[in-house]
């Protein structure tokens, strides 16, 4: 529910305030992706994440763990450095997998009946694991 509360923030913001929208959505994949959990390389697992999430294919994976990564970098500039240029090519990237990662979580098994963190967090270390290629695969 965070990550939808975050997105909308985005919304909100993304006429008047573009690093604004920029940071609210990546709070929300954040959220949607990581949940509670907390590692050292925090870059690393949502990239890793996203692209088991949002990429259908090995090559669309590769591309999608790359923009992450690169957007991730923007985000942690603007948080670290108060750095404000985001361009709209950015922001539309970090929206589509934001929304593209929830409305799986929401809408597709084996994530509709999941009802902890924790099943979740176990699907990406299983998926990671196991190479598994598709988001509909049977639950770890």
């Given at each position: 529910?965070?990550?939808?509360?975050?997105?909308?923030?985005?919304?909100?913001?993304?006429?008047?305030?573009?690093?604004?929208?920029?940071?609210?959505?990546?709070?929300?994949?954040?959220?949607?992706i990581?949940g509670r959990?907390?590692?050292?390389?925090?870059?690393?697992?949502?990239s890793?994440?996203?692209?088991?999430?949002?990429?259908?294919?090995?090559?669309?994976?590769?591309?999608?763990?790359?923009?992450?990564?690169?957007?991730?970098?923007?985000?942690?500039?603007?948080?670290?450095?108060?750095?404000?240029?985001?361009?709209?090519?950015?922001?539309?990237?970090?929206?589509?997998?934001?929304?593209?990662?929830?409305?799986?979580?929401?809408?597709?098994?084996?994530?509709?009946?999941?009802?902890?963190?924790?099943?979740?967090?176990?699907?990406?270390?299983?998926?990671?694991?196991?190479?598994r290629?598709?988001?509909?695969?049977?639950?770890?």
């Open positions: 529910m965070a990550s939808v509360q975050w997105a909308g923030r985005a919304v909100v913001e993304l006429q008047q305030r573009p690093e604004e929208a920029f940071l609210h959505y990546a709070i929300a994949l954040e959220t949607i990581l959990r907390q590692h050292d390389e925090l870059a690393y697992r949502l890793m994440h996203t692209a088991l999430l949002a990429g259908d294919t090995p090559e669309k994976r590769a591309e999608i763990k790359k923009e992450v990564r690169d957007l991730y970098g923007i985000r942690s500039k603007i948080v670290h450095s108060g750095h404000y240029e985001v361009t709209d090519a950015d922001v539309g990237k970090i929206r589509e997998l934001t929304i593209i990662c929830i409305m799986r979580i929401l809408t597709e098994k084996p994530f509709t009946s999941m009802t902890e963190e924790r099943e979740i967090d176990n699907w990406f270390d299983q998926a990671m694991l196991s190479g290629l598709l988001v509909d695969d049977a639950q770890p």
